[in-house]
């Protein structure tokens, strides 16, 4: 193994990169997606395919991330170039960490808008401004606030500032000092607010939305939405978890590191499925809303219960952090880049960046309000960006990562830097190398058919 170090600064532990790269993984999908598809697709059953993917597609990919951040100890684009030359391959292969940085740009512009939802919510629930409200009016609330683009910008402005003052204060005074506060308080409001699901009415009607082995809905097409959720769940084919794993402690063992991570992302996604259907069940409401979950259902939930306004608050404070941490490992795979590669200050290089993503998601503020007339194949903005990444560039980069690190490195540096036994690593190697690129494949095609 080698001892190369990033110019960016390393990981104070094991513990701290594993909670950054849990931090990148839990996002809003996992707070509201991943519960509803297991309900929606065998409750008990669902997650067990769920867990296999996870293990066979899943951890083997964000292994190799991993392995080829930290052995090159730079950003995508470098890590990639650098292990291509020592493999005595064509550098071509550099051009997979283009795509992922430009896929996390792209979703940072949208989500940064949704982010600023939330934001807008945490004050509405601070506020009681929507104690008592039936679906019609909270409906009209969350319809009001699409059709004002003043207040989206705003709120897309604020949080984009948030996540430029983490990242520019770099990976130990500010991704790192992040992560020790941000990751803690999301595990606590998360148990506070399972805890406050307990206590409702219907938390055995939620547990059994979730858990209940249902086959008969357990179709083709569930198989291939835990396959997609498995791979898109973890963060994987857009450089965050290469850029991460470039600051990765050296003695640390990158399979049983990356175990945990997928573990700890799981654990959290089926936590806030408890946290958040005893409520919906409790007040009658549709687990089955997708989006309209988050800011319909919930908040005229929480509005009708006791102690409601308080625990909506603290809820949209949970999807506000989320959010938060995820967003910040959007942002870094560029920044590290901008840094490495034409000597620039981490600051300046952040605040670029910054703008260009805001400049981007203004577009995305638009397409609700003055721009939703203007569209691209058929989609808006926010939705043409959503597509390409989630169904071309994302599940595009893992198939190609996973074609590199099986077939173009030389074995013994996957050997030396993931350090797990002989058959764990058989086990990667066929993972990486047949099951993974055709899962990936297979998805991709799908989502594009």
């Known amino acids: 193994m080698q001892n190369k170090m990033s110019i960016q600064g390393s990981w104070a532990s094991r513990w701290i990169f594993i909670l950054a790269a849990t931090g990148s993984a839990v996002g809003l999908g996992n707070i509201w997606k991943f519960p509803y598809i297991t309900g929606e697709n065998g409750g008990g059953a669902f997650v067990l395919v769920y867990l296999v993917c996870i293990l066979f597609v899943g951890i083997p990919i964000m292994m190799t991330e991993v392995f080829i951040g930290r052995r090159a100890r730079r950003n995508p684009i470098g890590a990639l170039e650098s292990l291509s030359e020592e493999s005595n391959t064509s550098t071509a292969w550099k051009g997979i960490g283009l795509i992922g940085m430009l896929a996390g740009v792209f979703i940072f512009s949208f989500y940064s808008v949704v982010a600023g939802w939330v934001l807008q919510y945490i004050q509405t629930m601070a506020t009681g401004g929507l104690n008592g409200a039936t679906s019609e009016q909270a409906g009209a609330y969350f319809n009001g606030l699409l059709a004002d683009p003043q207040t989206l910008l705003i709120w897309h402005s604020i949080f984009t500032a948030m996540v430029i003052v983490v990242v520019a204060a770099g990976v130990n005074k500010g991704l790192e000092r992040a992560?020790?506060?941000?990751?803690?308080?999301?595990?606590?409001?998360?148990?506070?607010?399972?805890?406050?699901?307990?206590?409702?009415?219907?938390?055995?009607?939620?547990?059994?939305?979730?858990?209940?082995?249902?086959?008969?809905?357990?179709?083709?097409?569930?198989?291939?939405?835990?396959?997609?959720?498995?791979?898109?769940?973890?963060?994987?084919?857009?450089?965050?978890?290469?850029?991460?794993?470039?600051?990765?402690?050296?003695?640390?063992?990158?399979?049983?590191?990356?175990?945990?991570?997928?573990?700890?992302?799981?654990?959290?996604?089926?936590?806030?499925?408890?946290?958040?259907?005893?409520?919906?069940?409790?007040?009658?409401?549709?687990?089955?809303?997708?989006?309209?979950?988050?800011?319909?259902?919930?908040?005229?939930?929480?509005?009708?219960?006791?102690?409601?306004?308080?625990?909506?608050?603290?809820?949209?404070?949970?999807?506000?952090?989320?959010?938060?941490?995820?967003?910040?490992?959007?942002?870094?795979?560029?920044?590290?880049?901008?840094v490495e590669k034409f000597g620039m200050k981490r600051l300046n290089a952040t605040?670029?960046?910054?703008?260009?993503?805001?400049?981007?998601?203004?577009?995305?503020?638009?397409?609700?309000?003055?721009?939703?007339?203007?569209?691209?194949?058929?989609?808006?903005?926010?939705?043409?960006?959503?597509?390409?990444?989630?169904?071309?560039?994302?599940?595009?980069?893992?198939?190609?990562?996973?074609?590199?690190?099986?077939?173009?490195?030389?074995?013994?540096?996957?050997?030396?830097?993931?350090?797990?036994?002989?058959?764990?690593?058989?086990?990667?190697?066929?993972?990486?190398?047949?099951?993974?690129?055709?899962?990936?494949?297979?998805?991709?095609?799908?989502?594009?058919?």
């Open 179 to 338: 992560t020790r506060i941000m990751m803690p308080a999301l595990f606590v409001l998360l148990l506070v607010l399972l805890g406050y699901a307990m206590s409702t009415d219907g938390f055995a009607a939620g547990w059994n939305f979730m858990f209940e082995f249902d086959f008969s809905k357990l179709s083709w097409d569930a198989v291939l939405v835990a396959l997609g959720h498995s791979f898109f769940t973890l963060s994987l084919g857009m450089g965050t978890i290469m850029a991460y794993g470039a600051y990765m402690p050296k003695k640390a063992s990158v399979g049983g590191t990356v175990l945990a991570i997928g573990a700890l992302d799981t654990i959290v996604a089926l936590i806030a499925g408890l946290a958040i259907f005893p409520i919906i069940f409790s007040n009658g409401m549709d687990p089955a809303a997708g989006p309209g979950l988050m800011f319909i259902s919930l908040p005229v939930a929480f509005g009708q219960m006791a102690f409601g306004q308080f625990f909506g608050l603290l809820f949209f404070i949970l999807i506000g952090i989320a959010a938060w941490t995820s967003a910040i490992s959007l942002m870094e795979p560029t920044v590290a880049f901008l």
């Open 351 to 449: 605040v670029l960046l910054g703008i260009v993503c805001w400049a981007m998601g203004i577009t995305c503020v638009g397409s609700f309000n003055f721009m939703s007339d203007y569209t691209l194949f058929g989609k808006n903005a926010f939705d043409f960006l959503d597509f390409i990444t989630a169904n071309i560039m994302m599940p595009l980069g893992g198939i190609l990562i996973a074609l590199f690190a099986g077939w173009a490195v030389k074995e013994q540096f996957a050997k030396e830097e993931i350090g797990v036994s002989d058959i764990a690593f058989s086990a990667w190697k066929i993972s990486i190398r047949f099951v993974a690129p055709i899962a990936v494949t297979i998805v991709f095609v799908y989502n594009l058919l």
